[in-house]
C-alpha cells in the first residue's frame, strides 16, 4: 500500500468535492491534523471512518485503498482476481482437511484397537477389562464420525454420470456404499446412482 499515493488522492478527491480540510475533518467529526496527515502519506484513514469518507468524496473503498479510481473493468478483474484466491484458498484448506482426516482415521482405529489388546493380554480386573473396551470403542466411534463429517464437507463428491459435483448429506455419505473415498450415491441433478468419487475442485 502506497501511502504517499493515497494521500494525494485524497487530496484530489477533496479538493474535488469543493471542501477544505478543516470541512472534510468537521463532516467526520475529527480534527484537521488528522485530515493533513492522510494527505501527506503520514497516515492511513482508521477502518471506522473509512467508508464515511469514501461517501463524502464519492469514491469506494477499493480506490482509496489503490490511490486511484479503478474502471467497472479493473473493478471486475480485481473482483475475479479475488475471488480466484478465495476459490484457491479453500481448495488448499480442504486438501489439509482430508489430509487431517486421514490421520483422525488412524488415530481412531488406535484408540479402537490398543485398549482391546491390553484388555486381553494384561492381567487386571474385569471391570477395567470392559472399561477399556467400551472406553475405547466409544472414543474410536466418535474419532470416526470427526473423520466422515470431514469427508463429508471438505471438497465435492463428483457423480460419474453427468460430472455435477455436489456435498451431500452427512447421512448420505454414512449409509453409502464406499471404497476409500468413493462413495456409491444418488447424484441431486441427474438423479442417478453411481460410484461418486472424491474432489476438491468444483466443476
Ligand atoms: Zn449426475
Request: aromatic fraction near 8%.
Amino acid at each position: 500500500m502506497n501511502l504517499a499515493k493515497i494521500g494525494k488522492f485524497i487530496a484530489e478527491q477533496r479538493k474535488l468535492a469543493k471542501l477544505t480540510q478543516a470541512q472534510l475533518a468537521e463532516k467526520l467529526n475529527i480534527t484537521d491534523r488528522a485530515v493533513s496527515k492522510w494527505e501527506t502519506g503520514r497516515a492511513l484513514p482508521d477502518s471506522s471512518i473509512m467508508l464515511e469518507l469514501c461517501a463524502i468524496l464519492n469514491i469506494t473503498v477499493n480506490d482509496l485503498l489503490n490511490g486511484e479510481v479503478t474502471s467497472v473493468e479493473d473493478y471486475k478483474k480485481e473482483m475475479e482476481k479475488n475471488l480466484l484466491a478465495m476459490v484457491e484458498q479453500k481448495q488448499q484448506h480442504d486438501k489439509q482437511l482430508l489430509a487431517l482426516e486421514w490421520v483422525i482415521g488412524i488415530l481412531s482405529v488406535l484408540v479402537m484397537l490398543v485398549p482391546c489388546f491390553l484388555a486381553a493380554y494384561l492381567q487386571m480386573e474385569n471391570w477395567l477389562r470392559i472399561l477399556l473396551i467400551v472406553g475405547g470403542f466409544v472414543f474410536g466411534l466418535v474419532g470416526f464420525m470427526c473423520a466422515l463429517l470431514i469427508e463429508q464437507t471438505a471438497g465435492y463428491y463428483k457423480c460419474a454420470k453427468c460430472g455435477n459435483t455436489h456435498v451431500p448429506t452427512y447421512n448420505a455419505v454414512l449409509l453409502a456404499m464406499h471404497y476409500g473415498r468413493t462413495r456409491y450415491m444418488k447424484c441431486p441433478k441427474c438423479g442417478k446412482w453411481s460410484w461418486q468419487k472424491k474432489v476438491v475442485e468444483k466443476d
